[in-house]
């Protein structure tokens, strides 16, 4: 029998944030069960399993609780107090409190908190440059420079007559994003798409090589920003590159807009007084809602705020109120001792890594990522990503630079330390972690098949798995995820006992 009313006996010890959550549990197990126990389970798992992913986190329950609301219910189409829908006072004050207070947190003029993805938020702003930065003779023969008053043959024209519509991007291949201009991903389709990589000898990105690159392209938009590169970008650089081109510098800062934000990154490393916009996630190391942002210069700010309808259908109220909440608790002090502590742990994480014998690319890190080679244990990243998950952690295989496996079975793993030190642990704890890797790792192989090595299936010792598991157990324990929620309660509240 489920249980529809709050009379858990430690309710006044609770949160206020735990007992929202127990008391939401109950709300939907009243009507799906189902829905109650994939959630409850879920906490389950990640209480179960060290999460590594560098692009993941665990947000406060305050950012859950303004997410999960009647907000939901909210067309609100526009931009604060000049919207398509009658009713939207208070969505406007939500949107306009989070916008200035990520205008403040990041020292931007402008911002636009509606994306609802980091790949919306590029869509938002490859639009929003593209609409001011194009004065084509196309666009005056057309008598308009709205780009929502032109039809498919016009747009046809103007591609036509700019020479100017390349997009210069860091390739995928050598840590890049999907879209900054990959040849599956719309990015490429908009523009005539070029790549960057790393330097072959270091895997950094060559800013000469990136200049001389630039000469030949001459790109719109020079895209700066990374998934997968372990450290910092000079972005006063960028910027000069930029502008000898005469391109946009635009920077997605989806990983690392926490490290911003907690002032890790500073001077001609932080993207935000250097790109003339700059794009974000604000669910990584920034640790709000799942969702994007776009913030830029107020030569663009007309432009970004058409987002919705250029790209994006109506805003999500609740996520704004959720990154919102985020801002605030990203404005506070504490966040900057915790952006600081996220570098040092995955500094602690690297050098551990290395002196258990592993191969760190680029010998370290600057930011939350650190991306191992695993190709000297004779295994891809497929069977190891696989291999570390049965012993109880979760994270990502990758590409490495110039990697010989590809993008799906690869050759890496990426590896951040967001999660983990939101619950808490530092040096001695990333210590072991990577001692529990490196024993996982060392004690994998891969398995033979009638048509011989295979790439994806995979062996590990069982007495290696079994330790492996016990100590990423014994660390969790130390360190609960959302320690703060009672389990047995939600597991009652859900059914599952
Ligand atoms: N999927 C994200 C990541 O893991 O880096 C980026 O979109």
């Not at 200035?100 to 003029?109: G, H, I, M, R, S």
């Not at 747009?155 to 700019?162: A, G, P, T, V, Y």
Request: charged residues 20%; neutral net charge.
């Amino acid at each position: 029998m489920l249980q529809t009313t709050f009379e858990s006996p430690a309710a006044e010890a609770l949160s206020a944030g735990a007992q929202a959550f127990l008391a939401n549990i109950r709300a939907v197990a009243a009507v799906s069960p189902e829905v109650a126990r994939a959630i409850v389970q879920e906490l389950i798992d990640q209480r179960t399993n060290l999460k590594l992913i560098a692009s993941e986190n665990y947000c406060s329950l305050a950012v859950q609780s303004a997410m999960g609301n009647l907000l939901t219910d909210k067309y609100a189409e526009g931009v604060p107090f000049k919207r398509f829908y009658a009713g939207c006072d208070n969505v406007d004050r939500i949107e306009e409190l989070a916008r200035q207070t990520a205008c403040k947190l990041f020292d931007k003029a402008h911002a636009y908190v509606q994306p609802h993805s980091g790949a919306d938020a590029n869509l938002v702003a490859f639009w929003a440059i593209l609409s001011t930065k194009i004065e084509a003779p196309a666009f005056k023969e057309l008598n308009t420079t709205d780009p929502n008053q032109l039809s498919r043959p016009d747009w046809e024209k103007i591609r036509q007559s700019l020479g100017n519509q390349r997009l210069l991007g860091m390739d995928l291949s050598a840590g890049g994003h999907l879209t900054h201009g990959y040849r599956r991903n719309v990015s490429s389709r908009m523009f005539d798409a070029y790549g960057y990589g790393v330097s072959p000898s270091t895997n950094l990105i060559d800013y000469d090589e990136l200049q001389r690159i630039a000469n030949d392209v001459r790109p719109l938009i020079l895209l700066a920003g990374y998934s997968a590169y372990p450290r910092k970008i000079n972005f006063a650089r960028m910027r000069e590159i930029a502008d000898s081109v005469g391109a946009v510098l635009m920077v997605d800062m989806a990983h690392f807009a926490g490290l911003v934000a907690g002032k890790v990154f500073t001077g001609e490393f932080n993207p935000v007084p250097y790109a003339q916009v700059v794009t974000t996630t604000t669910h990584k190391t920034l640790r709000g809602p799942r969702g994007g942002m776009v913030l830029c210069d107020e030569e663009f700010a007309e432009q970004v705020d058409k987002g919705c309808p250029l790209v994006l259908g109506g805003p999500l109220p609740h996520v704004m109120a959720a990154k919102a909440v985020a801002f605030l608790e990203a404005s506070r002090p504490e966040f900057s001792d915790y952006a600081h502590a996220i570098v040092k742990n995955s500094q602690s994480l690297s050098s551990a890594l290395v002196a258990n014998g592993c191969k760190v690319v680029t010998g370290g890190t600057d930011n939350h990522l650190v991306l191992v080679d695993v190709t000297p244990y004779g295994i891809t990243g497929r069977q190891a990503e696989s291999a570390v998950r049965e012993c109880g952690i979760t994270l990502n295989r990758n590409t490495i630079p110039f990697d010989a496996n590809g993008p799906w079975y690869t050759s890496g793993l990426r590896l951040g330390t967001a999660a983990t030190t939101t619950l808490g642990m530092r040096e001695a704890e990333m210590k072991e972690i990577a001692s529990i890797l490196a024993l996982v790792l060392s004690n994998t192989t891969p398995d033979k098949t009638d048509s011989g090595t295979s790439k994806a299936k995979y062996h590990v010792s069982p007495d290696a798995a079994g330790r492996a598991r016990a100590k990423a157990q014994a660390l969790l324990s130390d360190y609960p995820v959302y320690a703060e929620l009672p389990l047995d309660a939600l597991r009652k509240s859900a059914g599952m006992d």
